[in-house]
């Protein structure tokens, strides 16, 4: 093993690598036995640093509260799904709460190049390109009532197309959708629609570009087990990079099957824009 | 106290439960990951406030994405600190909040809780571990031990230590490596 392996597997085990880099590290820690096993020898010693520290408990109710949002997670989740819904995908991409609440008090912004206040995008997607609206964020501050609100969003707009803030451009019979996103929570709903089936090894994958860095942000590989279309959650990974209020969805079609997923988009723009 | 490939094996089982909905499954990695994990957000967060909260919105990760995680590329304890230390940089970004490098205490007594005899031989053997993580790090050279402490238990990436540091980028990423190779060797030797 010689040492630029050594550094890389070291500041794998720290976190310590940017995304792309870790992406490439992960791919060859899938074929190469010999990093794995010093990947995991280091893994061991950042596991004893870590629980040797000073131990501090936390507090005794911490538990309680942790579960107490877990259950209004859940709860959410408890109303049924709209038709058409892949909960075996749900599983896979973390909970994608299905609620209806009302929404009533939401209303659709003008659009502008750079908003003040927390919001929530809404970007409607077709296979000619993007349009975009703005909604007012209730709950800048807590990830899982962001989570909620977009859910309730995506939700509303799968059931209800009429409700949507934009209307598709491309003709009826082509494939479109719709994508919502907190930037500040970094998560979202990509919701999908008449999209050609496509078989293993090829899937569709979701990127995020944000015109304001110009750097793709991987969104996580679309489950749709062989159906057209379908509603999911997806999170952006947390890194530095923060997200601007702008951004643009697009879907490929990759080639990549099993293999670890490319860290950049290489297929075909299905849906969306790319606007490279 | 060291996670032996059995116990790595039963967390590995904890996470496919939990990825399933299983509730005694979290409870269980919460008892076993709540207390290292509740002594890393507190380092880097510096206040145990602001460390409940995160290790809060951490185990609400775990429960949520536990589905994602893949054993072939990370231990489920290293897996968790990863989603722990991402979760406090979100937290002190947020709080537009540098990340504080805070250096080992001297005493690790202040704090430890004997409330059952389990609990009491655990802290025993986290003492005893503590005191040899000291050590270790003790037998490290100065400019090495920072670099490897800061890439341990702060939040700064290794070109902010490098910046912290004035040294190169590339003379820090060496010393984290010669540092957790070291740590590696010598927290792997048998207790005597």
């Known amino acids: 093993m010689n040492d630029s392996s050594e550094e890389l597997a070291s500041l794998y085990v720290l976190d310590q690598l940017d995304r792309d880099a870790r992406a490439a590290f992960e791919a060859r820690l899938l074929r190469e036995p010999a990093l794995a096993d010093l990947v995991r020898e280091l893994e061991a010693g950042l596991a004893r640093g870590v629980r040797a520290l000073p131990r501090r408990e936390p507090p005794a109710d911490t538990l309680d509260r942790i579960e107490g949002r877990i259950d209004a997670l859940r709860a959410a989740a408890a109303v049924a799904a709209p038709s058409g819904f892949a909960w075996a995908a749900f599983a896979k991409w973390g909970l994608a709460a299905v609620i209806t609440v009302s929404l009533a008090t939401l209303a659709v912004q003008s659009l502008r190049p750079a908003a003040a206040r927390p919001t929530i995008i809404v970007v409607g997607l077709d296979s000619d390109g993007s349009t975009f609206a703005e909604l007012p964020l209730r709950a800048a501050q807590d990830s899982d009532a962001s989570f909620i609100q977009l859910a309730s969003l995506a939700e509303n707009y799968w059931a209800k197309p009429g409700s949507r803030p934009f209307k598709p451009e491309s003709a009826s019979g082509n494939s479109r959708g719709y994508a919502l996103f907190d930037p500040g929570s970094r998560q979202g709903f990509i919701a999908i629609e008449q999209l050609p089936v496509v078989a293993e090894p090829r899937r569709y994958h979701l990127w995020l570009r944000d015109p304001a860095t110009a750097r793709v942000h991987d969104a996580g590989v679309l489950p749709l087990g062989g159906m057209n279309r379908g509603l999911y959650s997806f999170a952006l990974g947390s890194d530095d990079t923060p997200v601007s209020d702008r951004p643009d969805f697009f879907v490929t079609v990759e080639e990549n099957g099993a293999a670890p997923r490319p860290a950049r988009p290489l297929g075909r723009v299905v849906l969306g824009q790319q606007r490279f | ?192």
């Open chain 2, 1 to 192: 106290m060291p996670s032996t490939e059995n116990e790595i094996h039963e967390e590995i089982r904890l996470l496919a439960a939990v990825a399933a909905g299983g509730r005694p499954a979290f409870r269980e990695l919460y008892a076993r990951y709540s207390a290292p994990l509740f002594s890393l957000a507190l380092r880097f967060m510096g206040d145990a406030g602001a460390a409940e909260e995160a290790l809060q919105d951490a185990f609400v990760k775990i429960w949520r994405h536990a589905g994602s995680y893949d054993a072939r590329k990370s231990q489920p304890f290293t897996w968790a600190v990863t989603l722990l230390r991402r979760t406090c940089i979100d937290h002190l970004r947020k709080k537009r909040r540098r990340p504080e490098a805070l250096p080992l205490p001297a005493d690790d007594t202040a704090g430890a809780e004997l409330a059952t005899p389990e609990t009491a031989r655990r802290t025993t053997e986290v003492h005893e571990a503590a005191d040899r993580l000291r050590a270790t790090l003790a037998t490290i050279a100065p400019p090495q031990r920072t670099a490897l402490e800061l890439a341990l238990f702060s939040t700064l990436t290794h070109a902010e230590i490098a910046t912290q540091l004035a040294q190169p980028a590339g003379t820090v990423k060496s010393w984290i490596r010669r540092g957790l190779f070291d740590l590696r060797g010598i927290l792997n030797e048998p207790v005597p």
